[in-house]
T-cell receptor, first 110, second 115 residues
Framework: RKEVEQDPGPFNVPEGATVAFNCTYSNSASQSFFWYRQDCRKEPKLLMSVYSSGNEDGRFTAQLNRASQYISLLIRDSKLSDSATYLCVVGPGLLKDMRFGAGTRLTVKP | GAGVSQSPSNKVTEKGKDVELRCDPISGHTALYWYRQRLGQGLEFLIYFQGNSAPDKSGLPSDRFSAERTGESVSTLTIQRTQQEDSAVYLC?????????????FGPGTRLTVL
């Protein structure tokens, strides 16, 4: 079993739609959780950290479920510019020990 | 300010040749990481440097892979006797320190193709 698993997609949604991605992790000792965004042939960039109580940044909401060992990312009112691959990143604390999921590809269409 | 830079951006080589990839981290970042990203797969940790401490080489897939870093500056990743399975994007990242925040900043990567 992979340490971090994501549905690869692709998710194809119309502009304005709400879309949600889940990511499961196997290490119950994980303490740090992030969502990164990676555009085609570009480097990953931090989208948001995920906090225990859940957190929101504009149209993006991240949640953590420790009991079931998954994190989620919800995107409301999708924009064309949201088209990218979303990487789930999980680790026990040190950045060097972070583990990356393979990513979920999102395409937002007009 | 300048971000993480990597060179070359693309490298095509023949099987059996050695290649050297370069990473310039963000100035002042003490931690530097190398990852490999194969097509359709997640980032695979290769090696990590923190200041003058011994590097964490636990992710290097074989002894054909090695990396060096001088102090808190440039790092080079060397792959000897390249194989076709080494074809991937090699990403370098840096961070202020190795604890869980702030985040890692990635370079644009070197796309390696081994023919």
């Amino acid at each position: 079993r992979k340490e971090v698993e994501q549905d690869p997609g692709p998710f194809n949604v119309p502009e304005g739609a709400t879309v949600a991605f889940n990511c499961t992790y196997s290490n119950s000792a994980s303490q740090s959780f992030f969502w990164y965004r990676q555009d085609c042939r570009k480097e990953p960039k931090l989208l948001m950290s995920v906090y225990s109580s859940g957190n929101e940044d504009g149209r993006f909401t991240a949640q953590l479920n420790r009991a079931s060992q998954y994190i989620s990312l919800l995107i409301r009112d999708s924009k064309l510019s949201d088209s990218a691959t979303y990487l789930c990143v999980v680790g026990p604390g040190l950045l060097k020990d972070m583990r990356f999921g393979a990513g979920t590809r999102l395409t937002v269409k007009p | 300010g300048a971000g993480v830079s990597q060179s070359p951006s693309n490298k095509v080589t023949e099987k059996g040749k050695d290649v050297e990839l370069r990473c310039d981290p963000i100035s002042g970042h003490t931690a530097l990481y190398w990852y490999r990203q194969r097509l359709g797969q997640g980032l695979e940790f290769l090696i990590y440097f923190q200041g003058n401490s011994a590097p964490d080489k636990s992710g290097l897939p074989s002894d054909r892979f090695s990396a060096e870093r001088t102090g808190e500056s440039v790092s080079t990743l060397t792959i000897q006797r390249t194989q076709q399975e080494d074809s991937a994007v090699y990403l370098c990242a840096s961070s202020l320190w190795v604890t869980s925040g702030p985040e890692q900043f990635f370079g644009p990567g070197t796309r390696l193709t081994v023919l």
